[in-house]
């Protein structure tokens, strides 16, 4: 008797497909929303997305749902979706989180940070301050990301790496507006900086010290700019 392979079936197939498109059409809207392209409260419908990407609606609705997910769009049952405001509550919590959990990577990874390691991190300052000086927006947040993360990787402690990683992508849009419209490029620079010297020297309790202030000073400033900014809106 012989045995037959079943074929691969064509609904999953097409839910492959469909899950492939949705991840490049997040990956496009994302860019969008943290670029500053999209403002807050901008209405994506899907209907003009489907059409200017030319694939169907489920793909899209797969990628809103995604991105709803991550924190940048809103998703309401009678308006559809639009892009999120940014919330003071919204930004305390992301950056308490951070605070409490980060300082902790940081104690159990520091001391096993290799040569190689550090050679990164010095390579990944250097581009961020390059990328500082030519404004390159959509960089900042990525770097801020690479670098928190590698200094974090030898913690052995994978479950709260990811949830740290998925914190820092939940800030990267947090981040930008941080850097670009209040004082905290210099001070990000000089901080990372320090940061990375205090390790180097193994003085890990004062990094660490370091960190959660660096986190929290963040945190504070994104808070007043968003409160002065809603000030502002409702005078108008």
């Given at each position: ?161 990811a949830i740290v990683a998925n ?70």
């Amino acid at each position: 008797m012989t045995l037959e392979t079943k074929p691969v079936s064509r609904p999953a197939q097409k839910s492959l497909q469909h899950r492939t498109i949705a991840a490049a059409v997040a990956e496009n809207l994302r860019h969008r929303i943290l670029d500053g392209d999209f403002k807050a409260g901008f209405p994506l419908r899907q209907d003009a997305l489907a059409n200017e990407f030319g694939v169907s609606r489920i793909p899209i609705r797969e990628a809103l749902m995604q991105l709803e997910a991550e924190g940048l769009v809103k998703i309401h049952p009678h308006r559809g979706a639009i892009v999120s405001e940014l919330s003071t509550e919204e930004v305390q919590e992301l950056f308490e989180l951070r605070s409490l959990l980060e300082p902790r990577l940081l104690k159990a990874s520091a001391r096993h940070l290799t040569h190689d390691d550090y050679e990164k991190l010095n390579h990944i300052l250097q581009e961020y301050s390059a990328e500082l000086r030519a404004n390159h927006v959509r960089r900042w947040g990525e770097l801020n990301t690479e670098f928190h993360m590698l200094l974090y990787r030898h913690a052995g402690k994978p479950r709260a790496l990811a949830i740290v990683a998925n914190l820092l992508q939940e800030c990267d849009r947090h981040t930008r507006l941080q850097l670009s419209l209040t004082d905290g490029m210099k001070r990000a620079e000089t901080e990372h900086a320090e940061l990375l010297r205090l390790c180097e020297s193994g003085r890990i309790t004062d990094a660490c010290s370091l960190l959660e202030m660096h986190i929290e000073e963040v945190g504070r400033s994104l808070q007043v700019y968003i409160e002065n900014h809603q000030r502002t809106d409702t005078a108008l």
